[in-house]
């Protein structure tokens, strides 16, 4: 069909009202005024750090889904009781911390009550979806064998044992997804605190400058490649890798620790601190080393990491029991990680009260964060009893109230902290109302151009008494004192809670593209982040194009483009029948660098096209997403 432009849609701003059925109509978005919108979901579009992009949406799912796991810290600590940095804080010789596993004392480290089946139904009795057990800690002792000559681990004597290999089948059978726990850190080695040889760092060992810690150094580094290696091809699928400890000699930042471990896609070959041949891959791509992430990648293609190993990281991981507090947190995946004993290791039989768990977890769910909660099972491998009863207690919360929780994204509108917030998910959403919070009755923001089909107590499933104003719901009757924590609130609307992208699976064509990369028309509209389309040559004037199957009714269009901090200049244009186009919004003379744009406006239209009129020097026709709505949205 012709790809012509009409002069009318080239007259900057013009829009104009159609007088036939097949033509585009469109009037000025502040003709009408409409309702508030719902605020979009927010994009999460992978970085690229280090030669390795962060996984995709569609393989990051799961753990936003998950919204729940439980972390296990087990190691020698658990024997003298002191928490899993004993070692580091009682300053306790290499040599003198073996004791704790090799000599029969009241302080053994001795696994003999270690059961994961039981830890996998804890699991399950708390309601949580994954778990992550500490394979092996900053004190360097390893709970699964190791070819490293170095290595101190489980499978000598006088334990003889794969921890990890148990683990791994029960948490699996258990049906539940598997993360491992490895630190690089390695107290065990002084080179750890003085990597070049020149400048020791301060240490509680009284380690002094050596010019021979800079080989030190290095065999550490050749251990924990030799250990990755091993925990990602000997334990089949593993789903989420918990890296902890990337920087070096305890200063600095994770990132900081980049230049030693290496943690990218792959390894320099002039690093001054080589990993030897038999303890490193290649990329079969390119023929060089793997640093750390491209080796859990070569193996284990669809798994998740935090950012400590030095690389960015596919989620976020806040640490420690404070509250969470302020905005959701938007366009990424984030995990609250936090222990309910009084370290990550064991202590004793303590923990944290269910009032103040509640409100570590209610806070960070409706932030649109994961949590993982911890515990510290004790020398024999029995999770203290006062941890066990506050799991279940967690599940049975999420056994009442999970609909509010499991698959739900935080929002769509910004909780207050300390007094609510909200999740999301389809056409229901659920205000979360805090111990801060006083009255039985709530008013929530606006909910647009949706209308309300049912309020409900979701504990109790009964209806509840609403009136809908302006937009806004006003909920009377809230029972506050059937679960004080978190008083729960469903509100299911005739449609969808945020509005929909119509373009999205809908047919694509694009002016050019570069299709020998796959980077095709369709890849804009597919619904991910992690693919798009791209001209074939650097050239203004290449536009995109989208049909909607009919003659549709729209409000506005999101565009993703490839690249952040990027000045695209563009036209979007609608049209009935494919050869007669009207301008819809004009960014021909943009200044924007935002990734992510929208244009707000009122239209019928069958087909929709982006044309990008302006690139700076290096950069290309380039888009990630195309969206197109047909509710009310705001402009960005």
């Not at 334990?159 to 390695?186: C, E, F, H, T």
């Not at 009255?439 to 309020?455: E, L, M, N, Q």
Request: with cysteine; hydrophobic share 35%.
């Amino acid at each position: 069909m012709p790809e012509g432009i009409s002069r009318r849609s080239l007259i900057a701003g013009a829009l104009v009202v159609a007088t036939t059925a097949d033509q585009v109509l469109a009037t000025p978005a502040q003709a009408a005024t409409p309702a508030t919108p719902v605020p979009l979901p927010p994009l999460r579009i992978p970085k690229v750090d280090l030669g390795v992009e962060q996984q995709s949406d569609a393989k990051v799912r799961w753990l936003q889904d998950a919204k729940l796991g439980l972390f296990l810290h087990w190691g020698p600590y658990a024997g003298p009781a002191k928490g899993e940095w004993y070692m580091h804080n009682a300053a306790v010789t290499p040599a003198n911390y073996r004791k704790y596993v090799t000599d029969a004392t009241n302080e053994q480290f001795t696994a003999s009550a270690y059961n994961p089946g039981t830890w996998a139904q804890l699991a399950k009795d708390m309601g949580a979806k994954y778990a992550v057990l500490t394979t092996r800690h900053h004190d360097g002792f390893a709970l699964f064998p190791s070819a490293h000559p170095n290595a101190w681990t489980s499978a000598q004597a006088p334990l003889n044992r794969d921890l990890v290999k148990d683990y791994v089948a029960a948490v699996r059978a258990a049906g539940l997804k598997v993360g491992l726990y490895y630190s690089p850190i390695n107290w065990r080695y002084p080179g750890y605190y003085d990597v070049t040889g020149t400048n020791c760092a301060s240490n509680p060992w009284g380690y002094t400058t050596d010019a021979a810690h800079k080989e030190n150094a290095r065999i550490l580094k050749t251990e924990v490649y030799q250990a990755v290696r091993e925990l990602v091809t000997q334990y089949g699928v593993i789903d989420d890798f918990w890296w902890d400890g990337g920087w070096v000699a305890e200063q600095g930042t994770d990132a900081d620790g980049a230049f030693f471990w290496e943690p990218g896609q792959s390894r320099d070959t002039a690093n001054q601190w080589p990993v030897d041949a038999a303890y490193s891959e290649n990329d079969p791509a390119t023929g060089k080393p793997l640093g750390l992430t491209g080796l859990v990648r070569a193996h284990q293609p669809d798994i998740v990491t935090t950012s400590r190993s030095g690389w960015i990281g596919d989620y976020t991981s806040e640490e420690g029991g404070s509250v969470p507090t302020g905005p959701i947190r938007a366009g990424k995946v984030a995990e609250k990680c936090f222990s309910v004993g009084g370290a990550w290791g064991y202590t004793g039989d303590t923990a944290m009260s269910y009032r103040d768990t509640m409100n570590v977890l209610v806070n960070a769910w409706v932030r649109n964060m994961t949590c993982l909660v911890n515990v510290g099972p004790d020398r024999t491998g029995v999770v203290p009893p006062t941890q066990a009863d506050l799991m279940r207690q967690i599940g049975a919360y999420l056994s009442t109230y999970g609909s509010s929780v499991y698959g739900t994204r935080g929002g769509p509108w910004e909780p207050v902290d300390g007094q609510y917030g909200f999740t999301s998910n389809g056409n229901t959403f659920y205000v979360h109302l805090l111990p801060g919070y006083s009255g039985t009755s709530f008013t929530t923001p606006s909910i647009g151009d949706a209308r309300v089909s049912r309020v409900f107590d979701v504990a109790s499933g009964t209806a509840l008494s609403y009136a809908v104003s302006s937009g806004q719901v006003t909920i009377t009757g809230i029972n506050r004192t059937r679960h004080p924590e978190d008083s729960v609130v469903g509100v299911t609307l005739d449609r969808s809670v945020q509005p929909a992208d119509i373009a999205a699976g809908r047919t694509a064509t694009a002016s050019s593209e570069e299709s020998g990369k796959g980077n095709t028309a369709a890849k804009a509209v597919d619904a991910s982040t992690s693919t798009r389309w791209c001209a074939n040559d650097g050239n203004t004037g290449h536009w995109l194009k989208v049909d909607l199957g009919s003659i549709r009714s729209i409000t506005g269009v999101r565009i993703a483009w490839e690249r952040d901090a990027t000045n695209y200049r563009y036209r979007v244009e609608g049209s009935a029948d494919n050869t007669t186009w009207t301008a819809l919004a004009d960014r021909t003379a943009t200044t924007s660098t935002s990734q992510v744009q929208t244009a707000v406006f009122s239209a019928r239209a069958r087909y929709v096209r982006v044309t990008v009129t302006g690139l700076p020097s290096g950069s290309w026709a380039s888009i990630r997403n195309f969206e197109v709505y047909d509710r009310p949205i705001a402009e960005l």
